[in-house]
């Protein structure tokens, strides 16, 4: 009798060979291709010598395009770097799978990916990722055997903007050692490399640093070009024409604007710089193929039906799709005509509560839903300087049926998500504010006309400013131009939530609660502005208050760590040790990886007295990231108590490297010399700390 097991086994292959799908429905090696998606984040279309640059920016991936098809008006749906990536893997428009900008929630697992569909169906697949803002908590990973992403949450406690991006160099290391390792693999392979360097800010390496003084953006073009080199010139060396095989797609996520219509870099607006990017197809060598250079406008959501059809695979993907592939434009088969292409921004209305932005292209118009609306015709004005929605209201008034039409179609699933309707989870708003994003959520606007982003762009400006001037530390340049902007804008929440921001740097803590307690008025559904209220309260003594409002917002979300964080806080302020360590194992079970954490209940260990779970934790908060000099010499004292002097010098000593003029800790690192028997090292010591603080002189003499 066949057991149970083998019974189920055949059932389950009765259902791969039905064409059903599954996680672990593996279907044997085919002959299908290997399938490379390299995303450039940023990349504007018109930096590449392929879409005519005459600079020599992009000569690998030039080559690339003279081996494949260049889709010359590749448009992308929406100008936001996790936003666009997901409608890219899920062949879905943004309104229909809910990821319109950075203050929503994760991509819904009913939404299948490209790489869910290349896993189950026999492929081997990897991600490696440049940002954060691509990292697996926003539900890409599903369908990676391997997705990296070396953007572990505890970088960002260090706000050290610089970790957060990898650059093209190590993504591309990352991405060979990954095909290496699997070279003698008989199984397809579906890789994707996400490259950061285009994005702001532009500060490539040398020598494009020097090479491209005057154009930094240029620069980080060229570099991260120069490291795909790299990638190609590796998939060339290998045998059995890997690179030929290969099924290669080239695009980039949205463009950036450089100050044309006044827009620094992308997502407020959805004029051509910032939607029109790069789309390259190379197919494998076995595809016929007619066209080098296509003309319509296409969209990204198109990449998924296409490489799906250049791999040869069906799937239940397909279903799911939203625009046809773009085979029939490589083969130069009959297709019906290409329908115009959609982009959309949230953003202003999502963060600032003005109106949305929804255009429409074809290869003549681009149309803008707005307020105001606009139209450009393309071929003669590419710089869409010349609105014609006046003079040819035919055209626009079609086009804008054209979007309500699209919208209607593929309007967003009835069913809402049990997802987190609030929006993105406050540890993820900070990350992405560290990231210079505005990740702010503007109250739900109300049906009263809204205001047009055209006539907000100084505002939003001027927003950004503030922020840059705040994150410098420049708070009374913040402060004046925020009192200037407020005069326009009384009601515009985020400018009495910056002004709480820069006195809370300033410790202004009155006045941070003034300004926090505005903003929450204006946006009562705003948590940033209430844990702002809440760390000025507590940060004053007044701990009732901040008691009461911290419990309304873990009463509306039990999850928020940084709450039950700004708790332990408060508690610790208020002597009260064991409602602080509480507060703290509480954020710990939620974020196990919260450094801070760690290091304030291994500080209150150390007061204590109990150094053995003091130097865990204080252990852990530098294992997760922290390099404070203040932990480092407590964790030195943990083992100086507990007699492991080796371990006490070696922390001693990161305490000083982190803060070479740290005196204390040059004493305690002599007292550790000394009694390890190393006095010309002790005396060395003493001579420091003395030096740097002269009240340790006596101290030392008289221990001798
Ligand atoms: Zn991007």
Request: glycine share 6%; net charge neutral; proline share 7%.
């Given at each position: 009798?066949?057991?149970?097991?083998?019974?189920?086994?055949?059932?389950?292959?009765?259902?791969?060979?039905?064409?059903?799908?599954?996680?672990?429905?593996?279907?044997?090696?085919?002959?299908?291709?290997?399938?490379?998606?390299?995303?450039?984040?940023?990349?504007?279309?018109?930096?590449?010598?392929?879409?005519?640059?005459?600079?020599?920016?992009?000569?690998?991936?030039?080559?690339?395009?003279?081996?494949?098809?260049?889709?010359?008006?590749?448009?992308?749906?929406?100008?936001?770097?996790?936003?666009?990536?997901?409608?890219?893997?899920?062949?879905?428009?943004?309104?229909?799978?809910?990821?319109?900008?950075?203050?929503?929630?994760?991509?819904?697992?009913?939404?299948?990916?490209?790489?869910?569909?290349?896993?189950?169906?026999?492929?081997?697949?990897?991600?490696?990722?440049?940002?954060?803002?691509?990292?697996?908590?926003?539900?890409?990973?599903?369908?990676?055997?391997?997705?990296?992403?070396?953007?572990?949450?505890?970088?960002?406690?260090?706000?050290?903007?610089?970790?957060?991006e990898r650059p093209a160099g190590e993504s591309v290391d990352h991405a060979i050692a990954w095909l290496d390792a699997r070279s003698k693999s008989t199984q397809p392979f579906?890789?994707?490399?996400?490259?950061?360097?285009?994005?702001?800010?532009?500060?490539?390496?040398?020598?494009?640093?020097?090479?491209?003084?005057?154009?930094?953006?240029?620069?980080?073009?060229?570099?991260?070009?120069?490291?795909?080199?790299?990638?190609?010139?590796?998939?060339?060396?290998?045998?059995?024409?890997?690179?030929?095989?290969?099924?290669?797609?080239?695009?980039?996520?949205?463009?950036?604007?450089?100050?044309?219509?006044?827009?620094?870099?992308?997502?407020?607006?959805?004029?051509?710089?910032?939607?029109?990017?790069?789309?390259?197809?190379?197919?494998?060598?076995?595809?016929?193929?007619?066209?080098?250079?296509?003309?319509?406008?296409?969209?990204?959501?198109?990449?998924?039906?296409?490489?799906?059809?250049?791999?040869?695979?069906?799937?239940?993907?397909?279903?799911?799709?939203?625009?046809?592939?773009?085979?029939?434009?490589?083969?130069?088969?009959?297709?019906?005509?290409?329908?115009?292409?959609?982009?959309?921004?949230?953003?202003?209305?999502?963060?600032?509560?003005?109106?949305?932005?929804?255009?429409?292209?074809?290869?003549?118009?681009?149309?803008?839903?707005?307020?105001?609306?606009?139209?450009?015709?393309?071929?003669?004005?590419?710089?869409?300087?010349?609105?014609?929605?006046?003079?040819?209201?035919?055209?626009?008034?079609?086009?804008?049926?054209?979007?309500?039409?699209?919208?209607?179609?593929?309007?967003?699933?009835?069913?809402?998500?049990?997802?987190?309707?609030?929006?993105?989870?406050?540890?993820?708003?900070?990350?992405?504010?560290?990231?210079?994003?505005?990740?702010?959520?503007?109250?739900?606007?109300?049906?009263?006309?809204?205001?047009?982003?055209?006539?907000?762009?100084?505002?939003?400006?001027?927003?950004?400013?503030?922020?840059?001037?705040?994150?410098?530390?420049?708070?009374?340049?913040?402060?004046?131009?925020?009192?200037?902007?407020?005069?326009?804008?009384?009601?515009?929440?985020?400018?009495?939530?910056?002004?709480?921001?820069?006195?809370?740097?300033?410790?202004?803590?009155?006045?941070?609660?003034?300004?926090?307690?505005?903003?929450?008025?204006?946006?009562?559904?705003?948590?940033?502005?209430?844990?702002?209220?809440?760390?000025?309260?507590?940060?004053?003594?007044?701990?009732?208050?901040?008691?009461?409002?911290?419990?309304?917002?873990?009463?509306?979300?039990?999850?928020?760590?940084?709450?039950?964080?700004?708790?332990?806080?408060?508690?610790?302020?208020?002597?009260?040790?064991?409602?602080?360590?509480?507060?703290?194992?509480?954020?710990?079970?939620?974020?196990?990886?919260?450094?801070?954490?760690?290091?304030?209940?291994?500080?209150?260990?150390?007061?204590?007295?109990?150094?053995?779970?003091?130097?865990?934790?204080?252990?852990?908060?530098?294992?997760?990231?922290?390099?404070?000099?203040?932990?480092?010499?407590?964790?030195?004292?943990?083992?100086?108590?507990?007699?492991?002097?080796?371990?006490?010098?070696?922390?001693?000593?990161?305490?000083?490297?982190?803060?070479?003029?740290?005196?204390?800790?040059?004493?305690?690192?002599?007292?550790?010399?000394?009694?390890?028997?190393?006095?010309?090292?002790?005396?060395?010591?003493?001579?420091?700390?003395?030096?740097?603080?002269?009240?340790?002189?006596?101290?030392?003499?008289?221990?001798?």
């Amino acid at each position: 009798m066949p057991s149970l097991r083998a019974l189920l086994r055949s059932a389950f292959l009765l259902l791969c060979a039905l064409g059903l799908s599954f996680a672990g429905c593996r279907k044997s090696p085919p002959s299908h291709p290997n399938v490379i998606l390299i995303t450039v984040d940023t990349l504007r279309a018109d930096r590449l010598g392929a879409y005519g640059h005459a600079g020599g920016l992009t000569p690998s991936v030039d080559a690339l395009a003279l081996d494949g098809v260049v889709f010359e008006r590749g448009i992308s749906q929406v100008p936001l770097t996790w936003p666009s990536h997901a409608a890219i893997f899920t062949g879905t428009y943004p309104f229909h799978n809910g990821v319109q900008d950075f203050t929503g929630q994760p991509l819904s697992p009913r939404f299948r990916t490209l790489a869910e569909t290349f896993q189950s169906n026999g492929y081997s697949t990897a991600a490696v990722v440049s940002s954060f803002v691509l990292d697996r908590g926003w539900g890409l990973a599903r369908g990676f055997d391997s997705y990296d992403d070396a953007f572990a949450g505890q970088e960002f406690l260090q706000k050290n903007i610089s970790l957060v991006e990898r650059p093209a160099g190590e993504s591309v290391d990352h991405a060979i050692a990954w095909l290496d390792a699997r070279s003698k693999s008989t199984q397809p392979f579906f890789l994707w490399l996400h490259l950061y360097d285009p994005h702001s800010p532009y500060n490539p390496p040398e020598p494009f640093r020097s090479q491209y003084a005057e154009k930094p953006y240029d620069g980080e073009i060229a570099y991260a070009d120069s490291q795909l080199a790299r990638l190609f010139s590796w998939l060339k060396q290998q045998p059995h024409d890997l690179y030929g095989g290969t099924v290669f797609v080239f695009l980039s996520d949205h463009g950036e604007s450089l100050g044309e219509h006044g827009e620094r870099e992308h997502g407020f607006f959805v004029y051509d710089s910032t939607v029109h990017v790069p789309l390259i197809v190379k197919p494998a060598r076995s595809t016929p193929r007619a066209a080098q250079r296509v003309s319509d406008a296409v969209e990204t959501i198109q990449v998924g039906p296409t490489v799906l059809d250049l791999a040869g695979l069906t799937d239940p993907i397909q279903k799911q799709f939203q625009a046809p592939s773009l085979l029939p434009f490589i083969t130069g088969q009959p297709h019906a005509p290409q329908r115009a292409a959609y982009s959309e921004t949230m953003y202003p209305a999502n963060s600032f509560g003005w109106s949305a932005l929804r255009g429409l292209q074809t290869s003549r118009y681009h149309y803008i839903d707005a307020p105001r609306q606009e139209l450009y015709e393309h071929p003669s004005d590419p710089a869409e300087k010349t609105n014609l929605a006046e003079k040819d209201p035919a055209v626009a008034s079609r086009m804008r049926e054209q979007i309500t039409q699209l919208l209607a179609t593929y309007a967003a699933p009835a069913a809402p998500d049990g997802g987190n309707a609030t929006g993105a989870s406050p540890e993820v708003l900070e990350k992405l504010r560290s990231l210079g994003y505005v990740a702010y959520k503007a109250p739900a606007a109300s049906g009263s006309k809204l205001a047009d982003p055209k006539d907000k762009l100084s505002t939003y400006e001027d927003v950004l400013r503030a922020t840059d001037l705040i994150s410098a530390g420049n708070f009374p340049a913040a402060r004046a131009l925020l009192a200037r902007l407020e005069h326009a804008e009384p009601n515009l929440y985020l400018i009495p939530f910056l002004l709480g921001e820069a006195a809370s740097h300033n410790a202004q803590w009155k006045e941070a609660e003034k300004q926090f307690g505005r903003a929450a008025a204006l946006n009562p559904g705003f948590d940033q502005a209430r844990m702002g209220l809440a760390r000025a309260l507590g940060l004053q003594g007044k701990a009732a208050p901040a008691r009461d409002l911290i419990g309304t917002l873990l009463a509306e979300n039990s999850g928020n760590f940084r709450a039950w964080y700004l708790l332990a806080q408060i508690e610790a302020a208020q002597r009260d040790a064991r409602a602080s360590r509480a507060a703290l194992d509480k954020v710990l079970t939620l974020q196990p990886n919260f450094a801070p954490a760690f290091r304030d209940r291994g500080l209150l260990s150390v007061a204590e007295a109990t150094y053995v779970s003091a130097s865990e934790d204080l252990s852990r908060a530098a294992e997760l990231g922290l390099r404070d000099p203040a932990p480092l010499n407590s964790l030195g004292i943990c083992y100086s108590r507990m007699n492991r002097l080796d371990d006490a010098a070696a922390n001693y000593r990161r305490a000083i490297e982190a803060d070479p003029s740290f005196a204390q800790a040059h004493l305690n690192l002599g007292f550790v010399y000394e009694r390890l028997n190393q006095p010309a090292l002790a005396k060395q010591e003493y001579a420091s700390a003395c030096r740097l603080d002269r009240r340790l002189c006596e101290l030392i003499a008289n221990r001798k």
